[in-house]
């Protein structure tokens, strides 16, 4: 495959890296003159001096034959035009963006971005896993985030304590899928299962049920 | 109407005070308090701090009603990205940007974004100029 890096800071080299010694046809465009000695010197010849969002440097290296273009500079504009000037003008097939703010992921998707990747996001959600406290714990982003898997901890005074999963109703669309409890492990619920403090139930569900579902089981 | 500029450079704080002087609801746009300075004293529009990609700026800027949205900074990609949010996350009827690049700026024409370069017309009139 032919892939058309832009941007060849720490992303872009290690990137770079993977990919050539994954046996792909890789070519990183990089603008600063000291910055692609460096990268010359460690990858050889696969960098191209030049703005990846200008349409003659992505005509120079051939972007019309290119199976996918990943954008991965540090701004969030440059690699939303990066990507739109390789679908519009070079019909690549496939464009992937680095976003550094996660609520420009929204934009790079309806915009036409195949994939996003938001670093931001990722570790924040890793943070959070960590953070014992935290109540309500992102597990999984499934089907592109339209759904997301969910951790919640069932804290002291909750007042589903004593309750069955029949006794109280989810948000459409949100499913109970497991409850992990303190010095048992995983139980399979269903309707008559009860709840305990400290239970942590795990959750099927999407962006916009997140704070219904944390009223219904966290609530006092 | 009222008009969202992004950019206080010499061209937005120019463009914002024709605008408010010829009656229009103009609010300024820029991340640098001191590019705000270029407005005039007596300036009737609105000037406001902040990053124009983000959504609480444009929301308190007032996006959500506005009728033409402007985007003058020297970034052409920042230019296209800021309109192409307010375009399809807004709907702001009309759009505008600079772009100096000339075939981003014809691209981004084909794809709803009218775009002014200022590269293609300083260089034609600086050539009617010369040839008189």
Redesign the interface.
């Given at each position: 495959m032919y892939i058309v890096i832009v941007g060849g800071g720490e992303v872009g080299y290690h990137l770079t890296r993977i990919l050539l010694s994954d046996g792909h046809e890789v070519l990183v465009l990089e603008q600063n003159p000291a910055r692609c000695e460096v990268l010359c010197e460690e990858l050889g010849g696969v960098v191209y001096r030049g703005d990846g969002?200008?349409?003659?440097t992505l005509d120079a290296v051939g972007t019309g034959r290119a199976d996918m273009l990943i954008a991965v500079t540090d701004?969030?504009?440059?690699n939303?035009?990066a990507c739109?000037?390789a679908k519009?003008?070079f019909n690549v097939p496939r464009t992937i963006a680095r976003v550094t703010?996660p609520?420009?992921e929204?934009?790079f998707k309806?915009?036409g971005v195949d994939v996003t990747v938001c670093s931001t996001k990722r570790i924040l959600e890793n943070i959070e896993q960590e953070l014992p406290s935290h109540p309500i714990i992102p597990l999984l982003q499934v089907k592109g985030g339209s759904a997301e898997v969910i951790e919640v901890k069932i804290p002291p005074g909750s007042k589903v304590i004593g309750k069955t999963f029949g006794d109280f109703k989810m948000p459409f669309g949100s499913f109970v899928l497991l409850v992990i409890r303190k010095d048992i492990g995983p139980i399979l619920p269903t309707t008559e299962t009860t709840l305990y403090e400290e239970d942590e139930v795990i959750v099927i569900t999407n962006a916009e049920s997140q704070d219904a579902i944390r009223s219904i089981l966290m609530g006092k | 109407m009222k008009i969202i500029i992004m950019g206080c450079g010499r061209v937005g704080a120019r463009l914002a005070e024709a605008l408010s002087s010829a009656g229009n609801d103009v609010t300024i746009i820029d991340t640098e308090p001191f590019a705000l300075r270029k407005l005039p004293e007596d300036f009737k529009g609105t000037a406001l701090v902040g990053n124009g990609?983000?959504?609480e700026t444009l929301v308190k800027a007032g996006i959500e009603s506005a009728d033409v949205f402007v985007s003058c900074t020297p970034?052409?990609?920042?230019n296209?990205?800021a309109c192409?949010?307010a375009k399809?996350?807004y709907n702001v009827p009309k759009i505008v940007s600079r772009v100096y690049?000339p075939?981003?700026a014809e691209?981004y024409r084909?794809?709803g974004i009218e775009s002014v370069s200022p590269t293609t017309v300083i260089a034609d009139l600086l050539k009617q100029k010369i040839e008189g």
């Amino acid at each position: 495959m032919y892939i058309v890096i832009v941007g060849g800071g720490e992303v872009g080299y290690h990137l770079t890296r993977i990919l050539l010694s994954d046996g792909h046809e890789v070519l990183v465009l990089e603008q600063n003159p000291a910055r692609c000695e460096v990268l010359c010197e460690e990858l050889g010849g696969v960098v191209y001096r030049g703005d990846g969002c200008e349409a003659a440097t992505l005509d120079a290296v051939g972007t019309g034959r290119a199976d996918m273009l990943i954008a991965v500079t540090d701004g969030d504009e440059d690699n939303l035009v990066a990507c739109q000037v390789a679908k519009h003008k070079f019909n690549v097939p496939r464009t992937i963006a680095r976003v550094t703010n996660p609520k420009n992921e929204k934009i790079f998707k309806i915009l036409g971005v195949d994939v996003t990747v938001c670093s931001t996001k990722r570790i924040l959600e890793n943070i959070e896993q960590e953070l014992p406290s935290h109540p309500i714990i992102p597990l999984l982003q499934v089907k592109g985030g339209s759904a997301e898997v969910i951790e919640v901890k069932i804290p002291p005074g909750s007042k589903v304590i004593g309750k069955t999963f029949g006794d109280f109703k989810m948000p459409f669309g949100s499913f109970v899928l497991l409850v992990i409890r303190k010095d048992i492990g995983p139980i399979l619920p269903t309707t008559e299962t009860t709840l305990y403090e400290e239970d942590e139930v795990i959750v099927i569900t999407n962006a916009e049920s997140q704070d219904a579902i944390r009223s219904i089981l966290m609530g006092k | 109407m009222k008009i969202i500029i992004m950019g206080c450079g010499r061209v937005g704080a120019r463009l914002a005070e024709a605008l408010s002087s010829a009656g229009n609801d103009v609010t300024i746009i820029d991340t640098e308090p001191f590019a705000l300075r270029k407005l005039p004293e007596d300036f009737k529009g609105t000037a406001l701090v902040g990053n124009g990609l983000a959504e609480e700026t444009l929301v308190k800027a007032g996006i959500e009603s506005a009728d033409v949205f402007v985007s003058c900074t020297p970034g052409d990609n920042r230019n296209v990205m800021a309109c192409q949010i307010a375009k399809h996350i807004y709907n702001v009827p009309k759009i505008v940007s600079r772009v100096y690049d000339p075939i981003r700026a014809e691209m981004y024409r084909g794809l709803g974004i009218e775009s002014v370069s200022p590269t293609t017309v300083i260089a034609d009139l600086l050539k009617q100029k010369i040839e008189g």
